[in-house]
């Protein structure tokens, strides 16, 4: 899978891609990431990026001829129409606070795409006929607001990338993690068995994979229960976990 980003700060990248399952995956081939700096697409002296909004009002704006300059020449298109076609093809992301808001659902939605394109904003925002005429989509991290788009970008590649096969060193790693499957993840363990007192639960010492599993799925339950309640709703349950949901119910009355 191939992302393309595009940013005022090219440095910011380089220490977590090299690093870890990333840095693995770009040395496999499994990913690529190209870092595009959208200075280099300006053509005046100082590499002009962003002026001052019109009708006045505080901070600046990013400059609509670099941003367009700068994808148009990577994607090899002249123009980059918002239609299903283009977002089924190359999707154009804007990481923004206005986007919606980002989730595991979202990040197995893209990966399925051969190539993404990620645009970090930067300063009071970006000219809006960058969003109506080059964008295809629009994501966020969360509520509240960073000073630009980088950190967003390196946590979309993150949570895509561990998706894609081979990426991850077990084939149904990303499986059982927290949101991947509804719930929020059950608690791990690893030797040694007894640490200051504290003992890992017998049931994972046992070997019997059935009760393990069962085990696994009933800590998953409680947490995603006591922590994020509102999962439940949407999780997909089957008789057994609705039976066992009763009972903590019941318990907490």
């Avoid at 081939?29 to 595009?36: D, K, M, S, T």
């Avoid at 704006?61 to 190359?90: C, D, H, R, Y």
């Avoid at 084939?171 to 363990?189: K, Q, V």
């Amino acid at each position: 899978m191939q992302f393309e980003v595009f940013t005022l700060l090219p440095e910011v990248f380089p220490a977590y891609l090299d690093t870890s399952i990333i840095k693995r995956a770009r040395e496999r081939g499994l990913i690529q990431v190209n870092i595009h700096n959208i200075r280099e697409y300006t053509h005046d002296k100082h590499h002009t990026t962003d002026d001052t909004p019109y009708g006045g009002g505080g901070g600046m704006v990013m400059k609509p001829e670099p941003v367009f300059e700068a994808i148009e020449s990577v994607l090899g298109q002249e123009t980059l129409p918002t239609s299903p076609e283009a977002k089924a093809n190359v999707p154009v992301i804007l990481l923004t606070p206005q986007g919606r808001v980002f989730n595991q659902r979202i990040a197995k939605e893209l990966s399925q795409h051969k190539k993404i394109a990620l645009l970090c904003g930067r300063y009071e925002g970006i000219d809006e006929r960058i969003r109506e005429n080059i964008i295809t989509d629009e994501i966020s991290i969360g509520d509240y607001v960073l000073t630009g788009g980088e950190l967003p970008a390196l946590i979309l590649i993150d949570a895509v990338s561990r998706l894609l096969p081979e990426v991850l060193g077990d084939p149904t790693g990303a499986e059982d993690d927290s949101h991947a499957m509804g719930l929020l993840e059950y608690p791990h363990y690893t030797r040694p068995p007894e640490f200051r007192g504290w003992k890992v639960p017998e049931v994972l010492l046992s070997g019997d994979h059935g009760k393990i599993d069962k085990w696994r799925r009933q800590q998953a339950l409680t947490r995603t229960f006591k922590k994020r309640p509102d999962m439940l709703e949407k999780a997909e349950l089957t008789k057994e976990d609705k039976k066992f949901l009763d009972g903590l119910k019941n318990e907490e009355r």
